[in-house]
């Protein structure tokens, strides 16, 4: 990009909203705030994630296994079970640990129950392919992952959307839904810092998730917890498990739970992690065991040795990573809160945690400033991404990834947002 | 295991049959023939794979993409296709480079032609997904390999063996039955050294294959190139492409190739790739595109690197390998000329590559040499793994894995064989 325009503006008076878009525009700009991206530094943390083995050349896992080889099996490097089981409260044998993308993992647990079901001991109906529904739906509280209603689509599974509150999906909305239809056969949860809104799952939603009646004898969550060990402050926000949460309620089926270091070392390079009963996990190691010998092991291998070894272990590495992207998310809040602050054009979240800030602007304008952005330079996340279909029915949600970029374009791009904002009302 | 007995017999006649055994028992062996590993010092030629990282820091690709980040794409890293199409005669554009095991990536197509369909532009039909059929076959040249039967068979495909030639699939069974049935929807191929025979499939059979006429509109050929560059002598043998032979044809989506560097770097952690026409790459790849925002593309930078850069190039690099399991054939081929030639207890293949000896014992008796074998430590590959359903009807082939195993280790294995085999004959 261009540097940033310095001259003063020649009137006394401050510059209208259409002079500062001007502006903007005058400094051919390319900026993107659109995905949830580490930036440089971050990664530049996990550098030395290759660098034991050229000294070494050590593949040997700690059961004496050459990862090299193709032995290993479906379930993961045990090492590896146990560093990532930590992370989601579960033991080592309620985890799966593949390669580097939890949604093909979340993608091929979706795809084996539509082929051949997901049973549950005890309760008839779970061995049938979910396939051989008329249809299969699925709840998506919104606002929500775009990449999720992406796996959906493409398998043809239906949305229903349903609203997020602070605490988590609307409990009420979600009860009734899943009571009522035996064809809803699963929920989409972003439980820790959920994505876009940055809320964390209250116990009671939690509970309620775990324990509620569900007309659907096989009935999933999928709790994707993409952000797990990813705090923005030093006192991070507690969580109910909802591993345990299931356990409790009598249902400990009900639950898969998704995680990744992709925002942890390398977010196209890391590995990824399922964790759920007993049960589930050794029905679909069998599953996963038809379609690949295993997962690259000596990855895991790496992720292992690299996350225990850095100073203060994983917890250290992450607290480094928040060091590196907490001054973006204040310039996000400080920018939003000087330029929009009283003026009832907008709301906006403040997370603890993950990459995003979520805005809404009043209804009806969220295209058009996704739109407007655009013409200056600054990609935004499509607007209505993150609903079901690309459809916000408010057009009001506009996500921020403040992550990626540097501090000065973070700056930039929050005053390009509040100022493509006041046009839009002004019209 | 324990040294080997060295004293001589006792008496003046040659050992019998038992008497060796005896011998084989009170070895307390723990030998494996069972499948088609590298050796260690296999994976030793590949140990410098990790190397670079540590010095330079370097994870840009060619095009200036950071591959510790997600963008990219479903298709793989440009340098990547380039690398990977040579090797099979495709041009980048006709290539997917993907994460480590290529039979994952053939399950994928397979499934999600089951679920979307595999539509061939301007033909009707292909449209209509695989699963809609009341039943889906696939031919399966035998013997052949168990990991595409596994992967039929946990997707509820039904398998119809046809035999394997010296050239390749019997044709005029292949043609006959294609024509007659659309619920055929493709024929597995390892086209090159054939796993388990070692056979490399004709011209003939080739054009045969791209021309026949098909009953389904979406029929489709799954050609597991697994040792495309996995020669054991300096002038191997030609091989026409299965891509040019369907283009020339005029059917040049009927085929999708896979390989994988699983033979070439490391078993369990390399990278994998499938070569079509642009029309099926771009389909699958906007599909892979919903699974996964990309494969690994570290992996795949180190990859082309380090091929690129051994002495010799991924030639010299596989001449390397050659030159380490080269004296394990000719082992397996001594031993049993010695021990079984001119005896007409059996026949087995002499190959030119790849990984397997195929031998076949008279009929019906596989089983029981296989269970003997293993009475004395010696685990060969179960008895009709083969075959669809691991049911060999003839009960005689024996596939022999002598890749992994020491050089001593395969010659007492060998003998252990031919001394089951003829005892197993005597019975």
Known sequence: MRAAVSEATTSDSLPTFAERFARFEAMDLTLSMARGQPCSEQFDLSNDLWAAFDESCDYQAENGLD??????????LPEARKFFAKIVSATPEEVIVGDNASLQMMQNVITWALLRGVPVPGVSGGERPWAKEEAVKILCPV??????????????????????????PDMEVVARLVAADPQIKAIWCVPRYSNPTGIVYSDSVMDALASMGTAAPD???FADD?????????????????????????????VFVFGSTSKVTFAGAGVC??????????YFAKLFGTQSIGPNKVNQLRHVRFLSGVPGGLKGHMQRHADLIRPKFEVVENVLAAELGGTGLATWTKPRGGYFVSLDT?????????????????????????????KDPADCNIRIAPTRPSLDEVRLAMEILAVCIKMVAEE
């Open 67 to 76: 990862c090299r080889n193709y032995p290993g099996g479906p379930y993961g």
């Open 143 to 168: 606002p929500g992952y775009d990449r999720h209603f992406t796996v959906c689509e493409s398998l043809g599974i239906e949305m229903i959307p349903v609203p997020l509150t602070a605490e988590g």
């Open 219 to 221: 009935f999933r969550i």
């Open 226 to 254: 993409a952000y797990a060990v990813h705090h923005l402050d030093d006192s991070p926000p507690p969580m109910k498990s909802i591993l345990a949460a299931c356990k409790e309620a009598g249902n400990p089926e009900r």
């Open 273 to 282: 992690f399922m964790a759920a009963s007993k049960v589930n996990i050794d």
């Open 362 to 390: 009043k209804p009806g304008m969220a295209s058009q400033v996704v739109a407007l952005a655009k013409e200056v330079g600054l990609t935004l996340t499509g607007a209505g991404a993150a609903f079901p279909y690309r």
